[in-house]
């Protein structure tokens, strides 16, 4: 015979929050808990009275209408309801009704706020926000690899920096280094950082060219370097000095310097991350040697995920290794063809500008040179454009199968070549021709003239604002509202019924390419033309185009499917499979499927908003 009151613990066991309880606490809920039967159509709580009781839904659905009868929501199984009235002690805001015949738990409001004052994690969970809960599903248990990623950069510095002023002479910089054993000096002009000297500038910038030492300081210094403040993680420290090739980077507090962290300094905190293989991809003297350096970036991949860091933020890496890569390239190329023959620009597109990066990606990219170079630069250009996409592909970035490649002719031009194609573009009313063309509304140049690729940029977005809704942008956001999320009547999941993935969630086809597009239309419309999602979100809300809450559930959202799915792709690696984007709900925790379910429907409410806003 069975114990009906351990039934109720099993459910409890996978069932958010009640998960987070310990088994005694779990067992008192059970035995606080009573079962309730009611028919289809009957009310379960009125608006205007007070709620005393926690309902958990066991089987069947409600929906919850407001004063006007209008549809608010919809829950299901494992789900609770009049959460703000139990919480707050407010009037009940919407009418909850049966749709169906249900077996609903009900609990006390006295043995609800007894769990709630014995757990923190069970109280936390009730007061919690959507986009708290979005974000939570996929952090990582251990905390050991997420304080190493995420330990302020400040905390690196073990002395106050070394400073001198612009008209220093060049031997007394180097004395100052050799005298407080550094391998940099800080040039101020008063309280300003003006400019940083290493001893790799005394190398080649003296020394290698005959420079008289009696010269200031200043005519050998970079100008205006980059600067974090030292709050700033030791991720995004990482990632900034791989992607630009630099070796010292100064840190700042109330927009005062206080500190230098150099690579030895990263390098000594760890030596499995992406600045050693960054390094590593500087260093290779040939192709061959790139192509060995590359095969490591899977390893890397589940070292990222073993270490502790959220997974969500491992495509910002992955980029910026892609990003080395390229640049690598293109130096080979530039050696071997010889001098530029006028400024250019190499772009990357889609996941690659928005630096959303997996480990299976293809190439996106393309060249932008100025209007005036000379004759013959075409060809030197399509020279290039041959062995970077080549190396590109022996070194795991495979040929884009669409062509959109520097190699193609269409997407190597001249700065009015590609103008003339915004253009074109902007008065494009059918979403299949938009389709064709909306990933090159991700822009990124990730070499070369920036001022070329920042006139591209405004002509992007000069496609979206300024014009009202015209077709071009009217049809994008009727291509990003038509995406089917996959969620049922009851917001049960709507899984692939057949074939090798049956019973599975395309989870890029079906979550993150109709919120990335959905935000880059927003986007275009407000006329921002930053490529990356979060970025996008950030300025959007910036602009007052999102509200608070629209921008955290949209961040949110995107954080957790992207962690998903860089999840899925690290356990395929580990396996020695191909990486695919089909995710299996049953093999993620009850809670990530509760949060995945509220990503959807957040996708489907901003995709509802951008069908109001663009009426077909």
Known sequence: MTNPLADVEKFLEVTPPFDLLEPALRRRAAAAIEAVYRRKG???LEIGELNETLYVIRRGAVEAHDRHGNFVDRYGEGESFGLQSLLTGKPVRFRITLIEDGLIWTMPRNAFDGLRASSSEFDTYYIRSLEERLTSAVQPRSSSGQTLFMTPMGELVRSEPIVVAPDTTIAEAARRMSQHGVSSLLVNEGERLCGIVTDRDLRNRVLAMGRDPAEPVSAIMT???????????????????????????PLTRDRRVVGMVTTRDLMTLQTQHPLYLAAQIQKAGSLERLVAVCRQVPRLFELLLASGMRAEQVPKVLTTINDSVTRRLIGFAEQQLGPVPAPFAWLVFGSQAREEQSIKTDQDNGLVYADDAPPGASAWFAALARIVCDGLDACGYPYCP?????????WRQPLSGWLAHFRDWAGLPDPQAVLRVSIFFDLRAVHGDHPL???LAQALGECGSGRGKGPFITAMARQAASYDVPLGFFRRFVLAGKGEHSDTLEIKASGLMP?????????LEAGITIPGTQARIARLLEAGRLSRSDADRLSGAHRLLAGLRIRLH????????????????SAISHAERAALRDAFLVIREAQKGL???FPV
């Open 570 to 585: 690290a356990e395929q690696v580990r396996r020695g499979e191909q990486p695919h984007n089909h995710l299996d709900p």
């Open 42 to 44: 009957t009310v379960l």
């Open 611 to 613: 069908g109001q806003d």
């Open 515 to 523: 919120l990335t597009d959905l935000v880059r239309v927003r986007a």
């Open 402 to 410: 669409g062509k959109i490649m520097a190699t193609t002719d269409e």
């Open 453 to 455: 690729a920042a006139q």
């Open 223 to 249: 100008a205006e370097p980059l600067m974090l403040d030292a709050s700033s993680p030791v991720l995004e420290g990482i990632l900034a000095m791989a992607g630009r090739g630099i070796h010292h980077l």
